[in-house]
């Protein structure tokens, strides 16, 4: 993918509305690519000061820029170790059923 296609995900990013694979996908390129780590970092800034001047009491304060990556970074991580242990525990349970399907066969013959 080139950089001006990742630039369509920025805004997307700092809603928090982009799923699993897209953060990944972002969060990998922006840590590689100066130039789009920067771009976002200048679009979060004024993103992140709007909100900042409608903040109300009560509402979760807003991260900084390097805050908001380590933190999706880290969730990316959690959600990759959550969603690979999913996959193995299916293949598991599907190797534990085979092994009860094939023993019922020879019990029965
Ligand atoms: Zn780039």
Redesign the pocket.
């Known amino acids: 993918m080139?950089?001006r296609e990742?630039h369509k995900y920025f805004n997307s990013f700092i809603n928090n509305e982009l799923d699993y694979k897209e953060t990944k996908t972002l969060l990998s390129?922006?840590s590689?690519?100066?130039?789009?780590?920067a771009?976002l970092h200048s679009q979060y800034i004024m993103i992140s000061g709007l909100r900042k001047i409608d903040l109300k009491e009560g509402d979760p304060p807003i991260p900084e820029y390097e805050e908001l990556i380590k933190q999706e970074t880290k969730r990316c991580r959690r959600e990759g170790i959550i969603r690979r242990a999913f996959v193995e525990l299916s293949i598991l349970a599907l190797i534990i059923s085979v092994i009860f399907i094939l023993k019922g066969i020879l019990w029965i013959n």
């Open positions: 080139e950089c990742y390129h922006v590689q690519c100066k130039d789009c780590d771009d």
